[in-house]
């Protein structure tokens, strides 16, 4: 069992937004960053977010990140097919004194 | 230009060791925390272990605590993963990840990932 939840499964249609969230702790999202990743089961993962809500260089803006209390959220607008894979939430967790993962939303575009 | 690279995987019966190898290339090595990640087949991504840039700190997650030791050699420029005792549960495809922050001891974001070395464990 993940140390942070997030929704299994996410859904929307080709332009639409969907948001998936991302419940954590006072340890980890509460005190630390998160991040978050794009997946395609097979391939290597890809930093999408990073410090709640700072995109990487080459990241569409159509991505955006948020965090509240203890809890986050990645955000996707003008939804493609391609960005159909799982997304993932990561933080530090100062109890366990090391790296934590969601576990993982599997985003399907209808 | 960064690359991150996997070698050691293989396939291994139960009770058996790996050495799993990432050779970094294109950045500063000794500068950037080094994780370790695994993708179960059918099942999602796992931490598997952290070390500090400097290797004086590591974590490594609950199911494999004693039996896989993360190591460094910031020389070689090169990240370990001595992997013993391995079990069915740890087939999977195993990758290395560099942290985005230099010198951070938490993570910042794992900004460049290897394409991963698959380890199956069966008898």
């Known amino acids: 069992q993940s140390v942070m939840t997030q929704p299994p499964s996410a859904s929307g249609t080709p332009g639409q937004r969907v948001t998936i969230s991302c419940s954590g702790g006072s340890s980890n999202i509460g005190i630390n960053y998160v991040h978050w990743y794009q997946h395609f089961p097979g391939k290597a993962p890809k930093l999408l977010i990073y410090r709640s809500k700072l995109r990487p260089s080459g990241v569409p803006d159509r991505f955006s990140g948020s965090k509240s209390g203890t809890s986050a959220s990645l955000g996707i607008s003008g939804l493609r097919s391609e960005d159909e894979a799982v997304y993932y939430c990561a933080a530090w967790d100062d109890s366990l004194r090391g790296p934590v993962l969601g576990g993982g939303t599997n985003l399907t575009v209808l | 230009q960064v690359h991150l690279v996997e070698s050691g995987g293989g396939v291994v019966q139960p009770g058996g060791s790996l050495r799993l190898s990432c050779e970094a290339s294109g950045f500063t090595f000794r500068s950037y925390g080094m994780y370790w990640a695994r993708e179960a087949p059918g099942k999602g991504l796992q931490w598997v272990a952290f070390?500090?840039?400097?290797?004086?700190?590591?974590y490594h997650v609950e199911s494999v605590k004693g039996r896989f030791f993360i190591s460094r050699d910031n020389v070689k420029n090169t990240l370990y993963l001595q992997m013993n005792s391995l079990r069915v549960e740890d087939t999977g495809t195993y990758y290395c990840?560099?942290?985005?922050?230099?010198?951070?001891?938490?993570?910042?974001?794992?900004?460049?990932w290897g394409q991963g070395t698959r380890v199956t464990v069966s008898s």
């Open positions: 990840a560099k942290d985005l922050g230099a010198h951070y001891d938490i993570l910042t974001g794992n900004d460049y």
């Open positions: 070390i500090r840039y400097d290797g004086s700190n590591a």
